[in-house]
């Protein structure tokens, strides 16, 4: 095979340990490295004494950060491989091996390289991920809210739809102070929930004792904290991404996606679309195409494949608001799909058409233009005619038809 680099090398990355292997014209060398920072900057040192050309490692969990963010500063060239593309033989695998053969394939240009944004945006991921997390962990307190409720018999979430709003916090809070008599905590209700304040004293109605006053209190308090810390993070957030403002805004006219959304989907792809050589490509990467897996001239699978976990389930999420406008594209896409292939399918197509969307929208700098919810009825309007036909002649009916005005 043809030799791509002269001098190149091959990491395998542990917790504690890191074991290299540098190639000079044909010549091999082994080392093994802690993974202390000291201990790293001596591997940085022998690679470029080295003169190594390139630098390989696998994608291993966090652990290939620290060694990465060092040649980066070192201004060495480094390349994150995905461990599934580099696997070895079955049988012979140690360290050393791995190292090796990582190298090897290196070498002889056999790894494709994985997609690593810059410094700053991987440091937006982090914020935007992490803000996710809590989100995330505020609907888990807020369910176990619920269930201390319920053991209460207060039927609180049978009223209102978020627990955690003014009129819910402000009961729970009253609650927790003592109060028990239902209509004094249904006055509490402001906004929209006045008008349920005759169902609300109904469900009221129910026996907290100390045990469940003690509950909601530590709860209570617990999402006072989140809600303080995802607003903190907005900021943060936001001024990580004033450099992208115009492309949040872009994305923020497309149905089914919020600032936030936005925010969370820049943060993934960023906003330079010629990283990715195609559309395809692109949806490739964010895992949301179905894996090419035939032999024998059938296909052995049809799961979409793995990618970037956090910005398929971004447009997941964006999908299922974005079918609610029954006006709209998306909704007519997937009711089209949903009817053959169900639900959950026809999800992932949405948010594979929102992603072709972004990539245009992104490339070209433009709003979102929505195609209408009669764009399959336009397309398909000869299909549909002569199915209708042959559906009544079958009935013994004969067809004649005549175009309105």
Known sequence: MEVIYERCCGIDVHKNMVMACIFVKGKKEIRKFGTFTEELEELITWIREKACEVVAMESTGVYWKPVYNLLEEAGVKAIVVNAQHIKGVPGRKTDVKDAEWIADLVRHGLVKESYIPNRAQRELREMTRYRQDLIEEKAREINRIQKVLEGANIKLASVISDVSGKTGISILKAIINGTTDAETLSQLAVGRTIKKIPLLQKALKGSAGEHQ?????????????????????????????????????????????????????????????????????????????????????????????????????????????????????????????????????????????????????????????????????????????????????????????????
């Open 213 to 405: 006053r003690q509950m909601l209190k530590h709860q209570i308090r617990h999402i006072e904290f989140l809600i303080c810390e995802i607003e903190r993070i907005d900021e943060e957030v936001q001024k990580k991404t004033k450099y992208a403002e115009k492309e949040i805004e872009l994305l923020d006219t497309m149905p089914g996606i919020g600032r936030r959304s936005a925010e969370r989907i820049i943060a993934e792809t960023g906003i330079d679309m010629n990283q990715f050589k195609s559309a395809a490509q692109f949806a490739s990467w964010a895992g949301l195409v179905p894996e090419c897996n035939k032999s024998a001239g059938k296909k052995k699978s049809v799961k979409i494949r793995k990618g970037n976990k956090t910005l398929k389930t971004t447009l997941v999420e964006c999908a299922c608001s974005a079918i609610r406008d029954k006006n709209g594209f998306f909704h007519a896409r997937y009711k089209k799909i949903s009817a053959r292939r169900g639900g959950k399918r026809a999800l992932i197509a949405i948010a594979h058409s929102m992603l072709l969307s972004i990539y245009a929208m992104l490339r070209d700098k433009q709003a979102y233009r929505d195609l209408g919810s009669n764009y399959f009825y336009e397309i398909d309007k000869h299909k549909i005619m002569t199915k209708n036909i042959k559906s009544l002649q079958k009935l013994g009916y004969s067809v004649t038809l005549n175009q309105t005005a």
